[in-house]
C-alpha cells in the first residue's frame, strides 16, 4: 500500500509518517515506481506506536516494541527492552502521581486558610465596633 492509504488505516497524517521514518520506527521502502510502500506489519507497527503514545509515551520509548516486533514477535511488549521500558514507565508515573499529591495537598492547605482568613475578617467586620466606623466614613 501507498502511504495515503497507510496513514488513512492508521489515523495519521503522511507528515508523520515521513517523521517516524526519519527516526527509524517505520522501514523505507520504495517500490519500482519509486514510491513508498508499506505492509500489513508496517500498519501494525504504527498501531503498536499510536497506543503507546496514546499512554504517554514519547516516541523514542516506543522504539523498543517496534524492534520487538520487526524481530518477529508476536507482541511488542513481549521483549525485555520492551518491559525495562514499561518499568521505567510506570516508576515516571508513580514520581508524578506522588508530587501531584503534594500539590494537591499545599492547595488544600491554602485553601482552608484562605477560607478562614476571609471568615475571619467577615465576623471582624460584623462587629458592633465597625458600625461606628463605617457610620463615621
Do not use: W
Amino acid at each position: 500500500m501507498r502511504i495515503g492509504e497507510l496513514a488513512q488505516r492508521a489515523g495519521t497524517t503522511t507528515r508523520t509518517l515521513r517523521y517516524y521514518e526519519s527516526r527509524g520506527l517505520l522501514p523505507a521502502r520504495r517500490g519500482s515506481n519509486g514510491y513508498r510502500a508499506y505492509d500489513e506489519e508496517d500498519l501494525r507497527l504504527l498501531r503498536q506506536i499510536r497506543v503507546l503514545q496514546d499512554f504517554g509515551f514519547e516516541l523514542e520509548e516506543t522504539r523498543p516494541f517496534v524492534e520487538c516486533l520487526r524481530a518477529g514477535h508476536p507482541a511488542g511488549d513481549s521483549c525485555p527492552a520492551s518491559l525495562e521500558v514499561y518499568r521505567a514507565k510506570l516508576a515516571e508515573l508513580d514520581a508524578m502521581a506522588a508530587r501531584l499529591a503534594e500539590v494537591r495537598e499545599q492547595v488544600a492547605t491554602q485553601l482552608a486558610q484562605a477560607e478562614a482568613a476571609r471568615d475571619a475578617l467577615a465576623a471582624v467586620a460584623e462587629e458592633p465596633h465597625c458600625e461606628l466606623i463605617r457610620s463615621n466614613e
